[in-house]
């Protein structure tokens, strides 16, 4: 089983930026799809980001599109989470996630993920 390992984030101001990082215990490079997802309190989870293999294709949910960037590094395991003009309801706890067939990085389908991290903590203030 693979451990996904999230770092980064807490607290920052609407308007700034915070950045997240995640890194897998396993080589990445035949993973087809890495991305993130975050779970607010009270709401469902969502799907935000995903990037696929050789970062050949990118999508971002409408709630993050241009202001995240997502950048997958297979030679270090890692997928970064770049979050700009942050806004309050960005609040939740963030998961770096895998999804091996390579559904989610079409559809932001949660369901369809096969692994995730622990998760951090995100807290936006205004």
């Known amino acids: 089983q693979v451990h996904l390992v999230e770092s980064g984030g807490g607290s920052g101001q609407a308007g700034g930026s915070l950045s997240l990082s995640c890194v897998a215990s396993?080589?990445?490079?035949?993973?087809?799809?890495i991305g993130w997802f975050r779970h607010a309190p009270g709401k469902e989870r969502e799907g935000i980001a995903a990037?696929?293999?050789?970062?050949?294709?990118?999508h971002f949910a409408d709630s993050v599109k241009g202001r995240f960037t997502i950048a997958r590094d297979d030679a270090k395991n890692a997928v970064n989470l770049q979050m700009n003009a942050l806004k309050p309801e960005d609040t939740a706890m963030y998961y770096c996630?895998?999804?091996?067939?390579?559904?989610?990085?079409?559809?932001?389908?949660?369901?369809?993920?096969?692994?995730w991290g622990q998760g951090i903590l995100v807290n936006v203030s205004s």
């Open positions: 396993e080589d990445t490079d035949m993973t087809h799809c």
């Open positions: 996630a895998m999804d091996r067939l390579g559904t989610y990085c079409y559809i932001l389908a949660v369901d369809a993920l096969d692994e």
């Open positions: 990037v696929t293999v050789g970062s050949t294709s990118i």
